[in-house]
């Protein structure tokens, strides 16, 4: 079903909900807005490319009835898939962008945008120890790779150094304990514009957990791309990988 055509079935709801019709500029008009407004954020980078500079787009709608609400969740349940077309049509570099609605009290305006950037790049990414024990807290991402195990330095059988870890979990704490001297190791695709996560052969095992469920790990570079938001599970230990929010208005 078209835009059009599913907009004016939700405005006859809305008109069947409320006992009134809508204001003049809801909804198509403000949904066909909302889209222009966001594909205007398009900018050039270099030889001619388009990109889209944010990953991340809330609108504020103001709505306070529950009717009115209703309808404009259901007409702006496709407004991600309707901006990744419109994107596309632009000849933009194609990029994930999440959208989010909110409602708020009646204003001035009939929506606001606030866009975001959660794309993970060096110097504003961050791996947080959340369950174990390791030398730091926090570690910020660059662009070289880093190792992830348990100690800071692994040798073999005739005590050669075989590896770092630039990311070492202590071996004095039990959860700490369950992560493999060579556990995984992170690294920056500057092409992919992510960070992969590589699982060296551990014995115990790195998922990822997101949204609710877990995922295996790559062994092969360049990984399993990385997420805001992902918990990284090895062994009993956790880390969260986070991408530092920069804002717009």
Known sequence: MKI???????????????GTAPRPEEPLEIYNEVLSRIVGQVRPVRAGKLSF?????????????AGEQQVLT???ASLESDLHERLKKTGCETIEV????????????????????????????????????AEKAEYLLGRERLNIGRLPEVTDAAG????????FFLENDVLSETVSRVQAHIVYSAEK??????????SSKTQIH??????????????????HGDVICMGKARMEFLALLRNAE
């Open 4 to 18: 059009h055509q599913k907009a004016r079935i939700l405005e006859e709801k809305l008109r069947k909900l409320t």
């Open 53 to 65: 500079p944010f990953d991340a787009v809330k609108v504020k709608l103001p709505a306070t009835e």
């Open 74 to 76: 259901q007409l702006f």
């Open 98 to 133: 999440e959208t989010a609605i909110e409602f708020v009290p009646e204003g001035e305006h009939p929506f606001e945008l606030v866009f975001e950037t959660r794309r993970p790049s060096p110097g504003n990414a961050v791996l947080r120890v959340i369950k174990g024990a």
């Open 160 to 167: 050669l150094l075989v590896r770092r870890n630039h990311i």
């Open 193 to 202: 514009g992510v960070f992969g996560l590589v699982d060296d052969g551990s």
């Open 210 to 227: 997101r949204d609710g469920q877990m995922y295996s790990v790559s062994r092969m570079d360049p990984g399993t791309p990385l997420r």
